[in-house]
């Protein structure tokens, strides 16, 4: 897939300018102007592309003159704002096209729509500086896939495949995700690029109390495929089972390349968060990290919050001896679960977590993507 960033910014304005800006064609005269009728994709289709063609069919409307039709596609149902990407794919397009032959008139974007996303789409006519009323709205999935490129990395997991590499014992279940099913696997992704500040999430489920292990990872990242416990650049986020320090509490680790800037929760911040994780919910796990790495777990995407505790290298008093440091791994790998596992020290993965719609990048998680896995009942 290609990068259109410039493009991404020029999108937003446009269809901003479509929603509402001054020099937007009038609807006063929309009662002699008639609007077209959606004709393809149908309502709730499934792209089978990055840049489907939408069809409407023609106003039977007499007023003169140049007859074009105005196209929205956006991933807000009510067309009033866009989601803001990384600046790669389009999350929404805008375009103003002549009146076609035979009865019809479609509408191809000329970039990539943004992957596994619910998007809606409609028109109107357009008569020199007249418009009609705005059609009916349908919606449309773009392609559930993953991708991976400089800056960000995405994978689904829910369609049988990954673009990470599977290590050890791993099953797919049809619409869940990918699921581990020991302590000893894991999947791993080597970054395009070292992002040295950035998002790593993730659903999974199949969590419970009393795990079999103290310290039982969920997500880890560093900077190769050794051993991620003598990593320099180790980082984990952590559900404690059993000895866990206390049993069934959330912790993380970060390392900033040095032991001496080590980024975890004390034994107070622990014992403060002591949960009984349900088995049959999904958490959405969220790491953020720059000067700070900060761990979000909430009840699914933008649901109940369950965790949110951060610490940043001012909070560790060494002055400036920490100016300037940044987590840096270089290659950067980014782990489900963690491979320290088969080494035998501490604990590797958490044994029978499913994982899907992961998201590593230097900027936030765009909010509408993996909206498709929703709305084609993914999370069954």
């Not at 990407?85 to 970039?111: C, K, L, M, Q």
């Not at 791993?188 to 690029?193: G, H, I, K, P, W």
């Amino acid at each position: 897939m290609r990068s259109f960033p410039a493009l991404a910014a020029l999108w937003a304005a446009a269809l901003l300018a479509a929603c509402g800006s001054k020099s937007s064609p009038t609807s006063a005269t929309s009662n002699t102007l008639t609007p077209p009728t959606l004709d393809s994709p149908g309502d709730g289709a499934s792209a089978t592309t990055y840049r489907p063609t939408f069809v409407v069919r023609n106003s039977t409307s007499t007023v003169a003159g140049d007859r074009k039709y105005e196209f929205i596609v956006s991933d807000s149902s009510s067309f009033s704002s866009t989601t803001a990407t990384t600046g790669a794919f389009i999350v929404s397009a805008h375009a103003t096209v002549p009146e076609g032959a035979g009865g019809t008139t479609s509408y191809t974007p000329d970039v990539d729509l943004q992957p596994a996303t619910r998007l809606y789409w409609r028109a109107r006519l357009v008569v020199g500086n007249q418009a009609s009323d705005w059609s009916a709205t349908r919606s449309i999935d773009t392609p559930i896939a993953g991708y991976s490129r400089a800056g960000e990395l995405y994978d689904p997991l829910v369609y049988g495949g990954t673009i990470g590499s599977p290590v050890g014992s791993t099953t797919f279940i049809e619409g869940k995700g990918i699921r581990l099913n020991d302590g000893n696997s894991y999947v791993r992704y080597q970054l395009a690029q070292t992002l040295d500040s950035g998002e790593f999430s993730m659903e999974a489920e199949g969590f419970h109390a009393n795990g079999p292990g103290a310290k039982l990872k969920v997500f880890s990242m560093m900077d190769g495929t050794g051993d991620l416990y003598t990593s320099s650049y180790l980082l984990n986020a952590q559900y404690r089972g059993v000895a866990g320090n206390p049993d069934n509490c959330i912790a993380f680790k970060a390392l900033f390349g040095d032991p001496l800037f080590k980024l975890e929760p004390d034994a107070g911040i622990r014992a403060a968060n002591i949960r009984a994780l349900d088995p049959n919910k999904s958490y959405f796990w969220k790491g953020t990290w720059n000067r700070e790495f900060r761990l979000v777990i909430q009840e699914g995407i933008g649901g109940p919050l369950v965790y949110n505790v951060g610490i940043s290298l001012d909070d560790l008093g060494l002055g400036k001896l920490a100016a300037g440091r940044s987590y840096n791994p270089s290659p950067h790998y980014a782990y489900l679960g963690a491979n320290n596992g088969p080494y035998g020290e501490e604990d590797g993965s958490w044994p029978g977590i499913t994982y899907r719609n992961v998201w590593v990048g230097r900027g936030p998680r765009p909010a509408s993507l993996g909206s498709a896995l929703v709305a084609e009942g993914a999370h069954r």
